[in-house]
C-alpha cells in the first residue's frame, strides 16, 4: 500500500475524471432552466468559468513558451522535453481539479460565512489578500517546500515533480495530492481571510487565482520574460518576484529557491542560490542559444494539420496527427493565420531535439500544402526557402534537408536552383530522396521478381526502377511517355535494359501484387491489383486503403536512434520517434560529414551507400 496522498484518487478513470465537474454543471444547468436566464449569482457558474479561464492560462504560457521563433534565444533549459516527460506529466490538470472541488465543497457549506453574499467589488478584499499572502501564504508554502525536500517526504510525494528535467507551464500542475494540497491552501488562505472580513468580492476571486496562475506558469515557462535590466534599475525587485532561471536552478540542485514568488523568504532562510540574478542575465542577454547542425526544412500540408505544431496542443502534437473534433471549432483561427502567414511571415523554428552532441531543428516555410501547385506562388515560395538556405549558411549550419514539397522537381529542380545560384554555399543541401528510395526498395520481399510501378518518370521512379532493373527484377513502368521511358532505359547497363518495360494502363498490371505508387490511384485504378497486392508507396498525400483484400505501407521513413534526446513531438502522421525519409536522409549526411551537396537526379550507385551509412548510425526501419 502507498503513502497516503501519494496518488490520485481518480487515477484509473483516465478521462473519465472530467465527468467529477457533472454535479457542478448539472447545478447550474438546473438554476438556468428554474431561472429561465444564466444564473450569474450561482459560485458553481463562476467556478466553472474560471476553471476555462485557468485551463486558458496554463495553455497560453504553454504555447507562448514552444514558440521558438520567439524564445528560443531566453530559454533557461536548452534542452528539449522529451516524451517521456509529456507521458509522465499527462494528467497536469489534477491539481485543477481537486481545488475546483474542494472550491465547491465549501461554497455549499452553510457553516463558512461570507461566501453566498456574490459582491462584485471591494478594494478592502485586495488589501486583505495581499496582506495575507505575504504574511502568511508565502511563509507557510516556503518551510512545506523545505520540508518536502527532506528524508522520505522527498522521495514518496516529491521526487516525482522533479522528474521534470526541463519545467514548462504545465510542470506547474504535475505532482502528487499533497503537494497540489499545500498549493491550494497557499492559494486560499488570502482568498479565506478576505471573505471572513466580510471584504471578499467575485472580482477578487478571478483576480487572485488567475494572478496565482500567471506566476506560476511563469516560473515554469523556462523562458525569461522580465529583463536583467529591471532588476539592475530597482534591485530590491529581485527579492520581490522570481524569475524561471530561479525556478530552474532549484528543481536542477534541490537545495535552494523554495519560494513561492518571492524569493525574500530564501534570503531571510539562508536558502537563496547566489548564481539566479548572474545567470538570469546571461539567459536574458540570449547567450544560452546555440546554432543547429542540421535543419530539416519542412512546410504545412494543410490547415487542420497546422494545428498539430508543438506550440499548441501537447496531446495532440505528442502523437501522430489524426484530426480531432476538439480542434475543429479552431479551425477558423488557424485559417486567419494562414492568410497572416501567407503575406507577412518567413520561415520560423518549429522544434529541436539533439543527436550525439548536435542540434537539430525543423524549420518551417509558411506555406501550405496547396499553394505550391499554384503557378504565380512558385516564385514566392521558392524565395521562402533560398533565404532559409542562406540564413542557414549564415549561422554556420552544415546540412540542411528540404521536405517534400520543397524539393519538388517542378518547382526548383530538386534544390539544384539553390546550389546553382549560389555555388559557394558553406551549408549541404540535401533532397534526401536517396534514402527514401532505399526505404522503398529494402521493403520489397527478395523474392519478388515483377513490380509495377507509377510515377515511374519522376524522380524517385526513375532510381526505383534503375536500382530493381540490375537486380533482375521485371518493372511495369507506368507512363504514357515514350521519349521520357526510353531516356530511362537507356541509362541502365545494355544487359538489363530488357527489365524495363513500358505499359500504358493499370490493366497491365491485373497479376502484378507489387505495386509501387507514386502517382495517386483512385478506388477504380486499385481495383485492378489483384488480391494480397501489397501498395508501397512515395505519393504525397498517401493514398486512401480502399482494398481490404490488399495491404497498404506507409511513406518511407526511418526511425531516429535511441540515444536521441529532447524528443517530444511526431512529424505529421508518423509514430513516436520516426521521421520522413528525407529527414533521415539529412541526418545521416550530417553524421557521415559528406561534403557533398544532394539535389537533382539520385545517383542509383549511391542507394546502397546510404542505406548502409543510416543503419551503421542507428537508424531503423520503422
Same mark, same amino acid.
Given at each position: 500500500?502507498?503513502?497516503?496522498?501519494?496518488?490520485?484518487?481518480?487515477?484509473?478513470?483516465?478521462?473519465?475524471?472530467?465527468?467529477?465537474?457533472?454535479?457542478?454543471?448539472?447545478?447550474?444547468?438546473?438554476?438556468?432552466?428554474?431561472?429561465?436566464?444564466?444564473?450569474?449569482?450561482?459560485?458553481?457558474?463562476?467556478?466553472?468559468?474560471?476553471?476555462?479561464?485557468?485551463?486558458?492560462?496554463?495553455?497560453?504560457?504553454?504555447?507562448?513558451?514552444?514558440?521558438?521563433?520567439?524564445?528560443?534565444?531566453?530559454?533557461?533549459?536548452?534542452?528539449?522535453?522529451?516524451?517521456?516527460?509529456?507521458?509522465?506529466?499527462?494528467?497536469?490538470?489534477?491539481?485543477?481539479?481537486?481545488?475546483?472541488?474542494?472550491?465547491?465543497?465549501?461554497?455549499?457549506?452553510?457553516?463558512?460565512?461570507?461566501?453566498?453574499?456574490?459582491?462584485?467589488?471591494?478594494?478592502?478584499?485586495?488589501?486583505?489578500?495581499?496582506?495575507?499572502?505575504?504574511?502568511?501564504?508565502?511563509?507557510?508554502?516556503?518551510?512545506?517546500?523545505?520540508?518536502?525536500?527532506?528524508?522520505?517526504?522527498?522521495?514518496?510525494?516529491?521526487? #516525482? =515533480?522533479?522528474?521534470?528535467?526541463?519545467?514548462?507551464?504545465?510542470?506547474?500542475? @504535475?505532482? +502528487?495530492? %499533497?503537494?497540489? &494540497?499545500? !498549493?491550494?491552501?497557499?492559494?486560499?488562505?488570502?482568498?479565506?481571510?478576505?471573505?471572513?472580513?466580510?471584504?471578499?468580492?467575485?472580482?477578487?476571486?478571478?483576480?487572485?487565482?488567475?494572478?496565482?496562475?500567471?506566476?506560476?506558469?511563469?516560473?515554469?515557462?523556462?523562458?525569461?520574460?522580465?529583463?536583467?535590466?529591471?532588476?539592475?534599475?530597482?534591485?530590491?525587485?529581485?527579492?520581490?518576484?522570481?524569475?524561471?532561471?530561479?525556478?530552474?536552478?532549484?528543481?536542477?540542485?534541490?537545495?535552494?529557491?523554495?519560494?513561492?514568488?518571492?524569493?525574500?523568504?530564501?534570503?531571510?532562510?539562508?536558502?537563496?542560490?547566489?548564481?539566479?540574478?548572474?545567470?538570469?542575465?546571461?539567459?536574458?542577454?540570449?547567450?544560452?542559444?546555440?546554432?543547429?547542425?542540421?535543419?530539416?526544412?519542412?512546410?504545412?500540408?494543410?490547415?487542420?494539420?497546422? #494545428? =498539430?505544431?508543438?506550440?499548441?496542443?501537447?496531446?495532440?502534437?505528442?502523437?501522430? @496527427?489524426? +484530426?480531432? %473534433?476538439?480542434? &475543429?471549432? !479552431?479551425?477558423?483561427?488557424?485559417?486567419?493565420?494562414?492568410?497572416?502567414?501567407?503575406?507577412?511571415?518567413?520561415?520560423?523554428?518549429?522544434?529541436?531535439?539533439?543527436?550525439?552532441?548536435?542540434?537539430?531543428?525543423?524549420?518551417?516555410?509558411?506555406?501550405?500544402?496547396?499553394?505550391?501547385?499554384?503557378?504565380?506562388?512558385?516564385?514566392?515560395?521558392?524565395?521562402?526557402?533560398?533565404?532559409?538556405?542562406?540564413?542557414?549558411?549564415?549561422?554556420?549550419?552544415?546540412?540542411?534537408?528540404?521536405?517534400?514539397?520543397?524539393?519538388?522537381?517542378?518547382?526548383?529542380?530538386?534544390?539544384?536552383?539553390?546550389?546553382?545560384?549560389?555555388?559557394?554555399?558553406?551549408?549541404?543541401?540535401?533532397?534526401?530522396?536517396?534514402?527514401?528510395?532505399?526505404?522503398?526498395?529494402?521493403?520489397?520481399?527478395?523474392?519478388?521478381?515483377?513490380?509495377?510501378?507509377?510515377?515511374?518518370?519522376?524522380?524517385?521512379?526513375?532510381?526505383?526502377?534503375?536500382?530493381?532493373?540490375?537486380?533482375?527484377?521485371?518493372?511495369?513502368?507506368?507512363?504514357?511517355?515514350?521519349?521520357?521511358?526510353?531516356?530511362?532505359?537507356?541509362?541502365?547497363?545494355?544487359?538489363?535494359?530488357?527489365?524495363?518495360?513500358?505499359?500504358?494502363?493499370?490493366?497491365?498490371?491485373?497479376?502484378?501484387?507489387?505495386?509501387?505508387?507514386?502517382?495517386?490511384?483512385?478506388?477504380?485504378?486499385?481495383?485492378?491489383?489483384?488480391?494480397?497486392?501489397?501498395?508501397?508507396?512515395?505519393?504525397?498525400?498517401?493514398?486512401?486503403?480502399?482494398?481490404?483484400?490488399?495491404?497498404?505501407?506507409?511513406?518511407?521513413?526511418?526511425?531516429?536512434?535511441?540515444?536521441?534526446?529532447?524528443?517530444?513531438?511526431?512529424?505529421?502522421?508518423?509514430?513516436?520517434?520516426?521521421?520522413?525519409?528525407?529527414?533521415?536522409?539529412?541526418?545521416?549526411?550530417?553524421?557521415?560529414?559528406?561534403?557533398?551537396?544532394?539535389?537533382?537526379?539520385?545517383?542509383?550507385?549511391?542507394?546502397?551507400?546510404?542505406?548502409?551509412?543510416?543503419?551503421?548510425?542507428?537508424?531503423?526501419?520503422?
Amino acid at each position: 500500500m502507498g503513502s497516503p496522498l501519494a496518488s490520485w484518487p481518480w487515477a484509473s478513470l483516465g478521462s473519465y475524471k472530467y465527468l467529477l465537474y457533472g454535479p457542478l454543471v448539472a447545478k447550474v444547468a438546473h438554476a438556468w432552466r428554474e431561472s429561465g436566464s444564466m444564473p450569474l449569482d450561482s459560485w458553481c457558474l463562476h467556478l466553472l468559468i474560471l476553471l476555462v479561464l485557468r485551463s486558458l492560462t496554463f495553455q497560453l504560457w504553454f504555447s507562448y513558451g514552444n514558440m521558438l521563433f520567439f524564445t528560443r534565444r531566453r530559454r533557461v533549459v536548452k534542452d528539449g522535453v522529451d516524451f517521456r516527460q509529456i507521458d509522465a506529466e499527462w494528467d497536469w490538470d489534477n491539481t485543477m481539479i481537486m481545488q475546483t472541488l474542494i472550491a465547491a465543497m465549501v461554497i455549499n457549506n452553510p457553516l463558512f460565512p461570507g461566501v453566498t453574499e456574490l459582491r462584485a467589488w471591494d478594494p478592502r478584499g485586495w488589501a486583505v489578500a495581499l496582506l495575507l499572502h505575504v504574511s502568511i501564504s508565502e511563509p507557510a508554502f516556503y518551510w512545506a517546500h523545505r520540508a518536502l525536500h527532506r528524508g522520505p517526504l522527498f522521495s514518496q510525494y516529491h521526487a #516525482m =515533480h522533479h522528474s521534470s528535467p526541463v519545467t514548462q507551464s504545465l510542470t506547474a500542475g @504535475f505532482g +502528487t495530492p %499533497l503537494e497540489s &494540497l499545500i !498549493l491550494t491552501l497557499a492559494m486560499a488562505a488570502p482568498l479565506a481571510g478576505a471573505f471572513l472580513a466580510g471584504a471578499g468580492s467575485v472580482s477578487l476571486v478571478y483576480g487572485h487565482v488567475l494572478l496565482f496562475d500567471y506566476l506560476r506558469c511563469m516560473g515554469y515557462s523556462n523562458v525569461e520574460v522580465i529583463s536583467h535590466k529591471a532588476f539592475a534599475a530597482f534591485p530590491p525587485l529581485r527579492y520581490l518576484i522570481y524569475t524561471p532561471t530561479y525556478l530552474s536552478l532549484h528543481h536542477r540542485e534541490k537545495d535552494c529557491n523554495f519560494s513561492l514568488f518571492m524569493p525574500l523568504f530564501d534570503a531571510l532562510g539562508g536558502t537563496l542560490n547566489s548564481k539566479s540574478w548572474e545567470l538570469q542575465k546571461e539567459i536574458d542577454q540570449g547567450k544560452n542559444d546555440r546554432v543547429p547542425d542540421f535543419v530539416f526544412l519542412a512546410h504545412v500540408v494543410d490547415v487542420t494539420s497546422s #494545428m =498539430h505544431v508543438p506550440f499548441g496542443f501537447r496531446s495532440c502534437s505528442s502523437l501522430p @496527427f489524426s +484530426t480531432h %473534433l476538439v480542434l &475543429l471549432p !479552431l479551425w477558423p483561427l488557424a485559417f486567419t493565420f494562414m492568410i497572416i502567414q501567407w503575406f507577412c511571415s518567413k520561415t520560423y523554428t518549429v522544434s529541436f531535439y539533439c543527436l550525439r552532441g548536435r542540434l537539430h531543428q525543423t524549420w518551417t516555410v509558411p506555406r501550405y500544402g496547396f499553394q505550391y501547385f499554384i503557378p504565380s506562388a512558385k516564385k514566392g515560395i521558392n524565395r521562402q526557402i533560398e533565404l532559409a538556405i542562406l540564413r542557414a549558411d549564415k549561422m554556420g549550419v552544415k546540412v540542411l534537408s528540404l521536405a517534400a514539397l520543397n524539393k519538388n522537381e517542378a518547382l526548383n529542380g530538386g534544390g539544384t536552383l539553390f546550389v546553382g545560384k549560389h555555388p559557394d554555399l558553406r551549408v549541404r543541401v540535401v533532397h534526401g530522396n536517396t534514402l527514401t528510395a532505399a526505404v522503398i526498395l529494402n521493403e520489397i520481399p527478395s523474392n519478388v521478381k515483377e513490380v509495377f510501378l507509377t510515377g515511374a518518370t519522376s524522380k524517385l521512379g526513375r532510381a526505383i526502377a534503375l536500382y530493381l532493373c540490375r537486380k533482375k527484377i521485371r518493372v511495369l513502368m507506368l507512363t504514357l511517355s515514350t521519349e521520357r521511358f526510353l531516356k530511362i532505359q537507356r541509362e541502365a547497363p545494355a544487359e538489363f535494359q530488357p527489365y524495363l518495360v513500358q505499359v500504358t494502363k493499370y490493366q497491365a498490371a491485373q497479376n502484378c501484387k507489387t505495386w509501387i505508387v507514386g502517382k495517386w490511384l483512385s478506388l477504380r485504378e486499385q481495383r485492378w491489383a489483384p488480391p494480397g497486392t501489397h501498395f508501397h508507396q512515395f505519393v504525397v498525400p498517401p493514398i486512401i486503403g480502399f482494398r481490404r483484400d490488399c495491404t497498404y505501407g506507409k511513406l518511407a521513413a526511418m526511425r531516429l536512434p535511441k540515444d536521441v534526446e529532447g524528443l517530444g513531438s511526431c512529424e505529421y502522421t508518423m509514430e513516436r520517434g520516426v521521421v520522413h525519409a528525407c529527414h533521415a536522409g539529412g541526418v545521416v549526411h550530417c553524421l557521415e560529414g559528406w561534403d557533398h551537396h544532394e539535389v537533382g537526379a539520385i545517383d542509383v550507385d549511391r542507394i546502397d551507400v546510404v542505406w548502409k551509412a543510416a543503419l551503421k548510425h542507428g537508424l531503423t526501419p520503422p
